[in-house]
């Protein structure tokens, strides 16, 4: 079975700061997609970035970056130039190429402060 | 478009009520979903309807029970709830991609408020 594991329950930092939050993940499969979804205080659930198993290159969408290695087992969020805005639990996600379920980490509380 | 709409947003309820919540999606996704989301809690999923098939996680009580009209709509019915069954429930769906031609994503609505008094 497939697990995701966040260890960083909470984490603050400074408006303008870079931060890494960690996800780890293990599985036996070879494809797979990896996530981070962001859901602010209003509580959508919101999709950050996206990386496939397959691909070497690391996935960026503007501010946010991830730092995927896959020996290790490893998927971890950067978000630099931090803003008010990114206040918010960040959840990492694990999904098999066509499997219908995603599994989700426990979630990391972020904190950005003026 | 990446869109998944619910209604209401916010829902108050009896214990003796029945009421449903709504999910629509209009991109041709072939996966839909509702998840039960606690505070500070990742989503817990509730059911799936893909393959055109229902499936059902067997710890949801049977006081929820999901509706699939047609493919773009899954509704999911309540009758008869309990105070913790108090939450956001949210729908969300995915294209189901065969192969690397779509990326495979699970794409959220704004949920559902839901609380039983």
């Known amino acids: 079975a497939q697990t995701v594991t966040q260890s960083q329950p909470e984490m603050s930092v400074q408006e303008a700061e870079t931060v890494t939050l960690s996800c780890t993940y293990d599985?036996?499969?070879?494809?797979?997609?990896l996530f981070w979804y962001k859901q602010p205080p209003s509580r959508q659930m919101i999709l950050v970035i996206r990386?496939?198993?397959?691909?070497?290159q690391n996935a960026t969408e503007n501010r946010f970056s991830v730092n995927f290695q896959k020996a290790a087992k490893s998927f971890s969020l950067k978000i630099s130039d931090s803003q008010l805005g990114d206040t918010a639990m960040y959840f990492c996600?694990?999904?098999?190429?066509?499997?219908?379920?995603?599994?989700f980490g426990k979630g990391t509380r972020l904190h950005i402060l003026p | 478009d990446t869109e998944v709409t619910q209604t209401p947003k916010h829902l108050v309820m009896g214990m003796t009520n029945k009421k449903s919540l709504k999910c629509e999606q209009h991109?041709?996704?072939?996966?839909m979903y509702w998840y039960k989301q606690k505070a500070k809690k990742p989503p817990e999923l509730m059911f799936v309807?893909?393959?055109?098939?229902?499936?059902i996680n067997e710890s949801v009580p049977s006081r929820f029970s999901p509706e699939c009209p047609n493919s773009s709509l899954l509704n999911l019915h309540l009758h008869a709830l309990q105070p913790e069954d108090s939450a956001l429930y949210l729908c969300?769906?995915?294209?189901?991609?065969?192969?690397?031609?779509?990326?495979?994503?699970?794409?959220f609505g704004e949920g559902s408020w839901l609380t039983v008094v």
């Open positions: 990386q496939e198993a397959y691909k070497q």
């Open positions: 996600a694990f999904m098999k190429q066509q499997d219908d379920k995603i599994i």
């Open positions: 599985t036996s499969e070879n494809n797979y997609y």
């Open positions: 309807y893909s393959y055109e098939k229902l499936s």
């Open positions: 969300a769906s995915s294209p189901l991609s065969q192969g690397f031609a779509i990326l495979n994503t699970i794409y």
């Open positions: 991109m041709g996704h072939r996966a």
